[in-house]
């Protein structure tokens, strides 16, 4: 039976984004390629992050937490009881566009220092001024999650390399981001002394220790979210040549900083729809994976990919059939939640698609028929975002080597709008894991995936607390709540 343009084009279109088992498999082994490569080397990937061991879940105390990486900041308190469990505090606010682009270090930490007191006078009032009394080595500990790509040299150091996900703020770059946020919580006079700087993944991870219900051991935190990237544990002796004295434990979180895994497109391809994104994106010719697969993008991709179907088939006058105020015909316009709700929308009719299409994306005219052409555009999009997330997480498992372990069971904790919202997304990891050969089915059976909900946030108190407890000190964060009893 002939099928209609509208059809053909969008199945077109969807070919576009195919990601084969072939493709598959030699990006896997690609991407273990660069991993065992950037190990040797001073690059913008492999870096280490001065975090040596995992929590066991025994851990207790409170300690605040400063989380950015996205369009949005948050402040916490994060309270672990010792028993796999936590309650977190938190504000959560949209960094507004004029801080993200063109403004200064000045501007954009002095926002967070200003959303750090904002939090502590309203959750802790009249005590915060008392602490304020109190000699700096007594001062509130602050984990720092920063969630772009940094050079660390100590467990509270970090250099900027450079931005991505929309952030543009030159004045940065270069400079410790640990430094710049305690100048500014220092000009306000906060009784805050930042002690651990951490990147989200690592937080993932140590949150997903800490919380693993089977107790299996965590191989991997990864972030499928606004950007993606995963940490996982290594050997401390491939850090030695950067100075770093070898661990009690012998182990050190490595944030792989895989959004920018193969910037060379070596195994990557790229097409029209990805061309545009990276030529118009703040970071041209960097962080190629990321484009492809995380929420910063998605929306963006779809945006471009439908104005390319309306216009292909000259859909009654293509953009004439768009309301004047269509986000189709504004960058960025489109957030990764429209095309979740495209995915799942599983009813024959597509009713929430065609919804979707007229009172979110302004289309006059959207038919069944459009929506079917539509959905089969979002699939190939989300399909290939999620089968490359299995590509990085298959890597970083066949480079642990974990499956050597005989009948051992291993936890992967994940973190993102992607894991979280998307449907079918771990489906898809899974099934990329089982065309590996070295992992296969019986290998994917012994990979269990969870989330690490407020990973990025409670992990940076719990990097706080571990650093603390491997240097053998009373653990400041657990000294935290008598300062706010003051
Ligand atoms: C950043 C990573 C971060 C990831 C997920 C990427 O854009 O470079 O450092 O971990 O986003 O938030």
Redesign the pocket.
Known sequence: MAISPLAAESQAIAAEFDFGTEGVRKAVKHFVRQFDDGLTKDGDTMIPSYVTALPDGSEKGICLAVDI??TNLRVCSVELYGDRTFTIKQNKTTIPHNIRVGSTAQDLFGFIAEQVEIFLRDNYGSSVQRAQTLSKSDHLPLGFT?????HQTAINRGTLIRW??GFDVPDVVGKDVIVLLQDEINRRKLPVRVTALA???VGTLMTRSYTSPGGHECILGA?F?????G?YVEKSSNFERLGCKKSPSGKMMV?T?W??IDDELVVLSKNSYDDEIDKTSTNPGF?MF?KQV?G?YLGELFRLALLDLLDRTNLQGSLAALRPDSVLLRSSGIETATLSAIEGDLDPSLGATRQCLHKQLGVLHATTELAEAVKIIVHAIGLRAARLSGVAIAAVVLKSKCLAQADSHFDIGLE?SLVEYYPGFEHHIRGVLREIPEIGLQGEERIHMGLAKDG?GVGAALIAMVADKEKGETSKCERMPALLEL
Do not use: Q
């Not at 920063?146 to 940094?150: H, I, K, L, M």
């Open positions: 990486g996205g920063f969630s772009f790509t940094f991505d996900k990147n989200d993944t972030v979210g606004t950007g993606t990237n940490a944030n900083e959004c920018s962080t990321e995380s910063y993102g990025s």
